[in-house]
Structure formats: structure tokens, C-alpha cells
């Protein structure tokens, strides 16, 4: 069973990252509702900004609790793909140069409007 990973951004701009097997609109929507994260239920609404579904749940844990130890630059560089930017704010040279290896089994996605 596969799973997605997601980064949301909350009223106070500040990022929300997780992980889902469920539809992920309908986990969103739970964001939305308040129901799940106690972080996302003050901070409503939420809006979706990236995603990448993974073929396994591992994966995707996997990749989210990396990037919950990120810092905003470091998740917006990954959002945007800058590769560059992100070599560059890696505190050390050995996590930057796996950066392609992580979305190697994800399919990204675009958020819809």
C-alpha cells in the first residue's frame, strides 16, 4: 500500500509536514476540519503546497520525518527542486548529495487550484 507526503501551509505561514495512505484531499480537508494534528488545528486554514506519492508507506515515512527536521529554507529550496539552493544550506555535504536518491521512488505531484 502506498502512501503520500505532503507540506501544507498553515494561517501563520508557518509548514505542516506529514504523511498519509488516504486520499490526500480528504486529509487535507481533515486538516481543514481540525480533525487529526493538533499543530494544523490552531493554525487553520491550511493550504496544500507539495506532495509525492510514494509505492510505500516506509518510503514516504521515511521522507517525512527527514524533512520535518528541515529548516523553511531548506523545504522551500526542496518544493522548488533548486537542488543548488539546497546543497548549499546542508549542513553537511554527504545529505546533499542524496538528495536525488530521495524521490527516486516518488511520483510528485501538483497541487490543484
Known amino acids: 500500500m502506498g502512501a503520500w507526503v505532503y507540506i501544507l501551509q498553515c494561517r501563520d505561514n508557518?509548514?505542516?509536514?506529514?504523511s498519509t495512505s488516504r486520499v490526500l484531499e480528504e486529509r487535507v480537508g481533515a486538516h481543514n476540519d481540525g480533525v487529526g494534528s493538533d499543530?494544523?488545528?490552531?493554525r487553520r486554514p491550511v493550504e496544500l503546497l507539495w506532495s509525492a506519492?510514494?509505492?510505500?508507506?516506509?518510503d514516504a515515512f521515511l521522507l517525512e520525518r527527514r524533512l520535518k527536521r528541515w529548516?523553511?529554507?531548506?523545504?522551500?529550496?526542496?518544493?522548488a527542486g533548486d537542488i543548488a539552493r539546497?546543497?548549499?544550506?546542508?549542513?553537511?555535504?554527504?545529505?546533499?548529495?542524496?538528495?536525488?536518491?530521495?524521490?527516486?521512488?516518488?511520483?510528485?505531484?501538483e497541487p490543484s487550484s
Open 71 to 79: 529548516s523553511r529554507a531548506k523545504k522551500e529550496a526542496f518544493m
Open 86 to 109: 539546497l546543497k548549499a544550506l546542508a549542513r553537511r555535504r554527504s545529505a546533499a548529495k542524496s538528495f536525488p536518491d530521495v524521490l527516486e521512488n516518488a511520483t510528485p505531484t
Open 53 to 58: 506519492y510514494f509505492d510505500t508507506y516506509v
Open 39 to 42: 499543530y494544523t488545528r490552531r
Open 14 to 18: 508557518s509548514y505542516y509536514v506529514g
